[in-house]
C-alpha cells in the first residue's frame, strides 16, 4: 500500500525530501515560470519607458501604450507571487492530511494554471501587435528594443509552462480521483469499534460453552457400544 498516492503525494507525515521535491515536473515549470515573470517584470520596468532627446515625460516603448505596460509590469508581478504561493503549497502538500483538501488544493492548481495560461497568451498578442505598431520616429536610438522582444518572447514561453502545469494538476487529480484507497476518508482501525477484528470479553456472558463432539462420542462408545459392557470393580 506504500506505493498508491493521494492526489500526488504519499501519505502524510513524511519528511520532506528536497531531492524528491526538486525532480517533481510541476515544481521544476515552477520554478522556470518564475523565472519568466521575472524577466518580463524586469525587462518592462526598468526598460519598458523611454523619451526622446527633446521630451521630458518618458512613454511606454510599445507604440507609447501606457496600457501594454502596466500590463506586463502587473502581470509579470502576480505571476512571480502566484508561483511562490504554489511552491509553498507543494512543501506544505505532503502535510496534508485530508484527502478533501489535497484535492481542493489539486484543482486550485489546475484552475490557477489554466488562467494563468490564458493571461499570458493575452498579453503576448497585446505586447507584440503593440510592439508591431509602435513607429519607429518614437524611439529613433532605438533604445529598449532587445527588452521589449524579451518580454514577448518570455510572454509566450509562459503560456506553455503554465499550459503544462494545469495539464499536470489534472493528471494529479485523475490519480486521486481514480484510487480506490484515498475516495473516502481514512480512518485509524484503533478508534473505529466497527473495524474491531475480535469483540470484547465481557465477564458477564454466562454462556454455557459447547461439549467437545469427540469426547461425547468417545464416552458413548465405551457406555453403548456393541459388544462391551462396563464392568464396575
Known amino acids: 500500500m ?9 501519505k502524510a507525515g513524511g ?3 528536497p531531492v524528491t521535491f526538486f525532480q517533481q515536473p510541476h515544481t521544476v515549470l515552477r520554478i522556470v515560470s518564475w523565472l519568466f ?6 525587462c518592462i520596468a526598468n526598460e519598458g519607458y523611454i523619451n526622446k532627446p527633446n521630451e521630458v515625460e518618458e512613454f ?11 500590463y506586463g509590469v502587473c502581470m509579470g508581478s ?18 496534508i492530511s485530508s484527502v478533501k483538501d489535497r484535492k481542493k ?9 489554466a488562467f ?4 499570458w497568451f493575452v498579453g503576448f498578442c497585446f505586447l507584440a501587435n503593440q510592439w508591431q505598431v509602435a513607429k519607429s520616429e518614437d524611439n529613433p536610438l532605438n533604445e529598449g528594443g ?7 518572447t518570455f510572454a509566450f514561453f509562459s503560456i506553455f509552462t503554465w499550459a503544462v502545469q494545469s495539464f499536470l494538476a489534472f493528471q494529479r487529480y485523475k490519480l486521486g480521483a481514480d484510487s480506490a484507497l484515498f475516495s473516502q476518508d481514512y480512518v485509524d482501525p484503533s478508534q473505529d469499534a466497527s473495524g474491531a477484528p475480535y469483540s470484547s470479553f465481557s465477564p458477564g456472558d454466562d454462556q454455557e460453552s459447547p461439549e467437545a463432539p469427540g469426547q461425547a462420542r468417545g464416552e458413548a462408545g465405551f457406555e453403548g457400544g456393541d459388544g462391551y459392557q462396563r464392568q464396575d470393580y
Open 37 to 42: 515573470s521575472i524577466v518580463i517584470f524586469g
Open 60 to 70: 511606454c516603448i510599445f507604440n507609447r501604450n501606457h496600457n501594454a505596460c502596466n
Open 15 to 17: 519528511a520532506f525530501d
Open 146 to 152: 532587445d527588452a521589449a522582444r524579451a518580454a514577448i
Open 2 to 10: 506504500e506505493g498508491m498516492q493521494a492526489y500526488g503525494a504519499g
Open 116 to 119: 494563468w495560461s490564458f493571461m
Open 78 to 95: 502576480l505571476a512571480f507571487l502566484c508561483c511562490l504561493g504554489f511552491l509553498a503549497l507543494d512543501v506544505y502538500f505532503p502535510q
Open 105 to 113: 488544493a489539486v484543482l486550485a492548481d489546475a484552475g490557477v494554471s
